[in-house]
């Protein structure tokens, strides 16, 4: 999998090796189906993202792999359309909690580390983007983000 999300496998390689290992007899339309149904609802409301998106330059940070972030971009455009850029693990060639995928996080962000803000529901994430002089908490829920957000000054209605 860490191969696989630091861009080191690509998808139909992945599938065949993961094929081969469980022995599954799979097409790779339907592995990809199934790979991708991890996902079921998003856990911010759009509002709060559009809002945010008018103020803000947002970026989303993602340990992901190529078969599943194809399936977010379909299932979740009206998402994800709020987002000024994506920093992916394996485009980046990098996995949370390695330096350099908050450093593109960063520089996709175009400022400071100082002024940036995350949240991640993995604490060891978000500790590794503090190290590196982000802001940031560990996601408990949407009610709690728009508490710490708030706090922090950081408004989006």
């Given at each position: 999998m860490e191969r696989f999300e630091s861009g080191q496998v690509g998808n139909r390689?992945?599938?065949?090796?993961?094929?081969?290992?469980?022995?599954l007899d799979l097409e790779y339309e339907q592995?990809?189906?199934i790979?991708?149904?991890?996902?079921?609802?998003?856990?911010l409301p759009e509002g709060m993202l559009a809002g945010l998106g008018k103020r803000y330059r947002l970026v989303l940070l993602s340990n992901t792999n190529g078969l599943h972030f194809a399936m977010i971009r379909e299932a979740y455009a009206h998402l994800l359309r709020h987002f000024d850029a994506f920093v992916l693990s394996h485009e980046v060639g990098a996995m949370k909690p390695q330096a350099e995928i908050f450093d593109a996080a960063?520089?996709?962000a175009g400022c400071r580390a100082e002024e940036c803000f995350y949240t991640d529901d993995i604490a060891a994430y978000v500790e590794a983007a503090r190290a590196?002089?982000?802001?940031?908490?560990?996601?408990?829920?949407p009610e709690k983000?728009?508490?710490a957000m708030r706090e922090r000054g950081i408004v989006w209605d």
């Open positions: 390689d992945f599938f065949e090796q993961f094929r081969r290992i469980l022995e592995f990809c189906e790979w991708s149904s991890i996902f079921t609802h998003a856990i960063v520089a996709a590196k002089g982000i802001d940031g908490v560990v996601f408990e829920g983000l728009e508490t």
